[in-house]
Every structure is written in C-alpha cells, then in structure tokens.
C-alpha cells in the first residue's frame, strides 16, 4: 500500500509528503527519457523548487502571489516542463492537478478542428467548472495558425481570455517559456505581454541544459 495522503492547513497538502511525492514524479519523468539517469536538486534549481512546492501546498513561498499562476522561464533544456509536469502530476494525487499541454498541441488542434474552447475556460470539463492549464513552451508555436483560410494567434487569444477569467473569477493559468520580456511582446504585443505580467508569478529558472 501507499503512504496515506494528509494534509496540512486548510486542506492543503502536507508539505512535507508533498515533497516527497513531487520528487518520486520527477525521476519518473527523468526515467522516461534515461532509465540510467535520476532527478537531481542542485545550486541552480533548489530554491524555485523550494518555493514551487510551498506555492503549491498554501505555504509563504519566498513572495509568490497564491492568487496568480506560475511562468517560468529560462534557456532551452534547464527542466522548465519536467518541473511543472511533475508538479501537475504530484497534484493529481490530491485531485488538484492543472492540465498540461504543448502550446504547439494546442494550435495543432485549431489547424484540425478550429477549436481551442476547452483551452479557454472548459467549461462543463472533467472538472465541471473552468480549469487550470499549463501551456508548455509559450512562444514556440505557429503563429499565426490557419483553419480553412482563417488566421489567428491562438495562444495570444487564449490569454486574453483566461486573463479576463483570471479578473473575473481567479481562474489560475500556468506556463513555461524560452522567450524574454521582449520576445513576448513580438509575438502578443504589449496589451497580452502586459496581462503576462499581471496574472503570473514570474520565475527564471536558470543552469546549464539537462538533457
């Protein structure tokens, strides 16, 4: 049998499992891709994994907004989605989790279906209200994306969205990127690059690549 699921204040997860957990979900992932390799806390990642882990569990987590989601940014390769997917993962376990999704899937499936609703908001979804998603590498997706002769940023539309729920309602987004400040306001201008830093908590995670 598992080790029995507590939670700490408010219903929150015991920080001290959740750790614990996270850590198990992230050699996991490592293990995906090298069975020979394992997960490794090092000089460079220690302290925004400090700080995500008391993010996620309700703690005072070193300045961190609760009310905003995660961008977490850095080079090509420092494990920016094996962070968030293993924290994705980790949540699940207390049926907390956010979606987590390539931001290229996402225009894949405009360019096939010319949907993205459930990306938005979902509503009536598996958890019956909007939910929470993460959108892997923001930036590096086709932009623009084209449906039978129709052309659209669609991340840069799906933002603005999510940031009036955000206003409205608290609904929380995630996301990791390779692209600066600069490059953000490239791609969605500066009305979408100016709601980033309004409804993100925003990391840099730095270091040499992992892969």
């Known amino acids: 049998m598992g ?19 996270f850590l198990l979900e992230a050699n996991m992932l490592v293990k995906l891709h090298n069975p020979e390799r394992i997960f490794s806390i090092d000089t460079h990642n220690r302290e925004v994994i400090r700080s995500l882990c008391a993010y996620f569990t309700g703690q005072k987590a070193n300045g961190l907004n609760p009310s905003k989601g995660i ?10 989605s094996l962070l968030l997917k293993a924290f994705s993962n980790t949540l699940k376990r207390f049926n907390r989790a956010y979606k987590f999704v390539a931001c290229q899937d996402v225009v894949l499936e405009y360019e096939n279906t010319g949907q993205i609703a459930m990306y938005m908001g979902n509503e009536g979804g598996y958890s019956g209200k909007p939910a929470k998603v993460c959108f892997d590498e923001l930036g590096r997706e086709t932009i623009p ?37 600069r490059e953000l306001v490239t791609l969605y ?17 730095q270091g040499e690549s992992r892969r």
């Open 71 to 80: 961008l977490l940014s850095g080079p090509v390769g420092v494990g920016k």
């Open 3 to 21: 080790k029995k699921i507590t939670t700490g204040t408010a219903g929150s997860p015991d920080s001290k499992m959740f750790s614990e957990m």
């Open 189 to 205: 201008g500066e009305h979408i690059a100016d709601r980033i830093r309004e409804m993100f908590n925003l990391i840099t995670l």
């Open 145 to 181: 994306a084209l449906h039978y002769g129709n052309r659209r940023n669609v991340i840069q539309h799906i933002l603005a969205y999510r940031y009036n729920q955000w206003q409205n309602q608290g609904l929380i987004t995630h996301a990791t990127t390779n692209a600066s400040p």
